[in-house]
C-alpha cells in the first residue's frame, strides 16, 4: 500500500466579490467549499469539472499560489499552512506546477536555458557547469532537440512550448506534480504525445499528479482514481473504471453521458442537462445539483448530502441510493 | 450509404459545390497558400464535417465561402464556390450580402465576440429580419422573441432588451444560432460552434442544431477538430491536413476503414473512455509543420510511417477508392492492408 503523499481536508476558499464605489465586499464567490481528498505517493488522481467548479483554485491552493481560508493541506503528514521559511521552500521544490498556456506561462524574454536554469539558481543547487549539464538532461528527457537552450519561447510549437513547461515542473525531482489543464490546449496529435511524455516520466520518476482537466475521457485515460468537481464541492471520487462503468452520481452520469464518442455505431441514449450551471456566488441550497439533476427528489433542495463511502476507494455525495 | 443518410432530401443537385479552390495570402514579403486546391460539394439537407488540427485551413474554407476572408491579405486565388448555381467567389458585394446571412447563415467559435456588446440581443437578431425578410421594426422583434424560444432561451420577452455580457456562454451561443437562423437558410457554415462551452452545455447546443437542422432541412457544414462530435452529428467528413483535403467519406467509411495515415492517426490518438487507463497512446509523430515549411509533394510525408520514394517527389491526387469514400495517399492499399492485419 503506497503512503499517502497529500492530504486535503475540508478545504474552503471563498474570494470576496468587491462591488460599488468603495469597492466593498458584497458577497463571496464560494470557489472551494469543504472539500476533502488524499493523493498517493506516485499515483494520478484527476480532477474533473465544468468551468468555474473551484478545480484550477484548489490546485493552486495545493502549490500554495493561494492561502485557502479554512481547511488543512498536509503534505507528507505535515500541514503546509504552518511551514517555516526552510520547510516552505522545500515545499516550493517539492510540488510543481504545468499550467494550461505554455506561452503565457514562459517568459517570452528569457531563452530556454535561462528559463530552465532558474530553479536551480533559486534552490541554489549544482554550480553553473553542473545546471548546463543537467539542461542537457532535462531536454532529452522530455524530447527537445539538445541546441533548444539558446531559443526562445516563440521559436517552438504549442506542443513543444508545453514540454518545455514539463522540463521546468521536473527539474528539481518534485513529488508531486499539479498539471493544470496541460493538455488541453493541444491539438489532437500533440496532445496524446504530451499525454504519453507525462507518463512515462511519471514511471521514470515516480511522481504523483494532480491531472486538472475538464475532458473525462482525457482524465480517464490519464489517471488512477478520478474525482468529479461540481460548483466548489466534490461529488464523487473512484478509481477511473468505476467512474466510468459503475458512477453513482447524477452529474458523473451526465458528464460521460455529454462526451461525443468517436464512433459512428454507437447509438447512445443520453440524458442531456438541462439549463445553466449556476453561479459560484450564489449557489443553490441543499445539493448544489439540484437544479439539473435529472433525479431530483424534494429533499435535494432542503438538505445537503453528506459524502457517503461505498467501497473502500469509492465515495459520493446523493441522496440516491 | 451516403444516399440513404441524405433521404430525407432527394435532391441531386448540390447546393453548395466548391470547386479546386485556392485561397492565398499576401504577407508583403511572401505569398502564403492556406488553402490548396480543394474541392467539394454538399448536397440538401446533408451535414458535412471539416476536420483538422489547428492552421490546416478549416476556418479559412468557411471564410472563403463566406467571403470573409481579411482584406486586403487573404484572396481567393483560383477556382469557383457555387452555391445554387451562383458562383460566390465572383459576386458583387450588393449581390453577396442578399446571400450571406438569409440563404447562408453562420455560427462562431467565440460566442462572447460573435455579438456586439453595446447593442441589445433583440436588436442584433432582429438587424437580419429586417434587413432580409422586410420586417418592421415591432414585427422583427416580436419574431425574434419566437426563435429565441425556439432555441431554448428561457423567458425570450426579457431577454431579447438584455446585453450580451448579462448572458452565460451557453445562452449567447445560443442567440448566435438564433442569429444564423432567424431566416431559416439553406446552408448553416458551424465553425467549432462548441469548441468554447463546456461539455453539458455542448451535448445541448449539437442536439439543438441536430433538431433545428432536420426541422428546417438546412444542409450543414460543421467545422471541427473533434472527430466524437463529427461521429455523432454528420453524414460525411472532410479529413484536412496542411490545407488539403486528404480524406473524404461517409462517416462509415473514414472511422471503419481510414485510409489516408493521417486520418488513421487522428482517430488512434484519441483517448477514450474505453481505453485502458494509463495505456500509451498511439501518436502521430512529429508536428504540423508551419504553412512555410510545407513538404513540397505529399505534405503529410515527414510525418508517416507508411512513406515511399514517391511521396516527397509527387503529390497524390484524391482517388476514388469505393463508391462513397476518396483518399490522396499511394500507399493506401497498404495501409488498409496494416489495418486488418
Same mark, same amino acid.
Given at each position: 500500500m503506497a503512503s499517502v503523499l497529500l492530504e486535503v481536508k475540508n478545504l474552503k476558499k471563498h474570494f470576496p466579490v468587491k462591488e460599488g464605489l468603495f469597492k466593498q465586499t458584497k458577497n463571496f464567490n464560494q470557489a472551494i467549499d469543504d472539500v476533502s481528498l488524499f493523493i498517493n505517493s506516485g499515483e494520478t488522481l484527476g480532477l474533473v469539472g465544468e468551468s468555474g467548479c473551484g478545480k484550477s483554485t484548489l490546485g493552486r491552493c495545493i502549490v500554495k499560489l493561494y492561502q485557502p481560508d479554512r481547511g488543512q493541506i498536509l503534505f507528507n503528514g505535515k500541514d503546509v499552512n504552518s511551514q517555516n521559511k526552510t520547510e516552505k521552500k522545500h515545499h516550493h521544490k517539492a510540488v510543481q506546477m504545468i499550467f494550461q498556456d505554455p506561452l503565457e506561462s514562459l517568459n517570452s524574454r528569457h531563452t530556454i536555458e535561462q528559463i530552465l536554469i532558474e530553479p536551480f539558481v533559486i534552490h541554489n543547487i549544482g554550480d553553473y557547469k553542473w545546471r548546463l549539464k543537467q539542461i542537457q538532461i532535462l531536454l532529452d528527457q522530455v524530447g527537445l532537440p539538445s541546441d533548444s537552450g539558446s531559443r526562445y519561447p516563440f521559436e517552438f510549437s504549442g506542443g513543444q512550448r508545453q514540454r518545455i513547461g514539463i522540463a521546468r515542473a521536473i527539474a528539481l525531482g518534485p513529488e508531486l506534480i499539479v498539471c493544470d489543464e496541460a493538455v488541453s490546449a493541444l491539438d489532437v496529435s500533440i496532445q496524446s504525445q504530451i499525454i504519453n511524455l507525462l507518463l512515462d516520466l511519471q514511471d521514470e520518476l515516480n511522481m504523483a499528479y494532480l491531472f486538472i482537466s475538464h475532458d473525462l475521457a482525457v482524465v480517464k485515460h490519464f489517471s488512477d482514481r478520478v474525482a468529479v468537481m461540481y460548483l466548489g464541492k466534490i461529488v464523487e471520487t473512484a478509481d477511473s473504471d468505476t467512474i466510468y462503468k459503475k458512477q453513482k452520481h447524477p452529474y458523473t452520469k451526465s458528464l460521460i453521458d455529454s462526451i461525443p464518442t468517436p464512433d459512428p455505431h454507437c447509438i447512445k441514449k443520453r440524458i442531456i442537462l438541462q439549463g445553466d450551471i449556476p453561479s459560484a456566488i450564489n449557489p443553490p441550497s441543499g445539493c448544489h445539483f439540484h437544479t439539473r439533476c435529472p433525479k431530483v427528489m424534494p429533499c435535494c433542495k432542503i438538505n445537503e448530502p453528506a459524502m457517503r463511502l461505498h467501497s473502500s476507494l469509492h465515495s459520493y455525495s446523493c441522496h440516491l441510493d | 450509404m451516403t444516399e440513404l443518410l441524405c433521404s430525407r432530401s432527394p435532391v441531386t443537385n448540390p447546393l453548395l459545390e466548391v470547386d479546386n479552390l485556392s485561397v492565398c495570402f499576401d504577407t508583403g514579403e511572401e505569398t502564403l497558400e492556406a488553402i490548396d486546391n480543394i474541392s467539394f460539394t454538399i448536397k440538401a439537407g446533408e451535414t458535412v464535417g471539416l476536420v483538422g488540427e489547428s492552421g490546416c485551413g478549416k476556418s479559412v474554407t468557411a471564410h472563403a465561402i463566406m467571403r470573409l476572408l481579411p482584406q486586403p491579405l487573404g484572396r481567393i486565388s483560383e477556382g469557383s464556390i457555387k452555391f445554387n448555381g451562383v458562383n460566390l467567389s465572383t459576386l458583387s458585394l450588393t449581390n453577396l450580402e442578399d446571400i450571406r446571412g438569409s440563404n447562408i447563415g453562420m455560427i462562431f467559435q467565440e460566442p462572447m465576440t460573435a455579438l456586439n456588446p453595446v447593442q441589445t440581443i433583440g436588436k442584433q437578431i432582429s438587424e437580419s429580419l429586417i434587413l432580409h &425578410?422586410? &420586417?418592421?421594426i415591432p414585427k422583427a422583434l416580436q419574431t425574434s422573441i419566437e426563435i429565441l424560444r425556439r432555441v431554448g432561451i428561457p423567458s425570450p420577452e426579457l431577454k431579447v432588451s438584455e446585453y450580451p455580457h448579462q448572458l452565460s456562454g451557453g445562452m449567447l451561443q445560443r442567440v448566435v444560432i438564433a442569429i444564423a437562423l432567424s431566416c431559416k437558410p439553406l446552408l448553416l457554415i458551424a465553425d467549432e460552434p462548441t469548441t468554447a462551452l463546456d461539455v453539458t452545455i455542448q451535448a445541448q447546443i449539437l442536439d439543438l442544431i441536430q433538431s433545428l437542422q432536420y426541422e428546417m432541412k438546412m444542409a450543414t457544414l460543421l467545422i471541427t477538430h473533434d472527430l466524437g462530435i463529427v461521429a455523432e452529428t454528420c453524414d460525411r467528413v472532410l479529413i484536412m491536413y496542411a490545407g488539403r483535403i486528404v480524406e473524404s467519406g461517409a462517416v462509415a467509411d473514414i472511422f471503419d476503414n481510414p485510409s489516408h495515415p493521417y486520418t488513421q492517426g487522428l482517430i488512434n490518438s484519441i483517448p477514450r473512455l474505453t481505453t485502458p487507463s494509463k495505456s500509451r497512446l498511439p501518436v502521430i509523430r512529429g508536428q504540423v509543420p508551419l504553412i512555410k515549411d510545407y513538404p513540397k509533394a505529399c505534405r503529410f510525408e515527414n510525418r508517416c510511417a507508411h512513406r515511399i520514394n514517391k511521396c516527397s517527389e509527387l503529390s497524390p491526387k484524391l482517388e476514388k477508392i469505393s463508391k462513397s469514400h476518396q483518399v490522396s495517399c499511394f500507399a493506401w492499399k497498404n495501409i488498409q492492408l496494416s489495418r486488418s492485419i
Open positions: - | &425578410l422586410n &420586417l418592421s
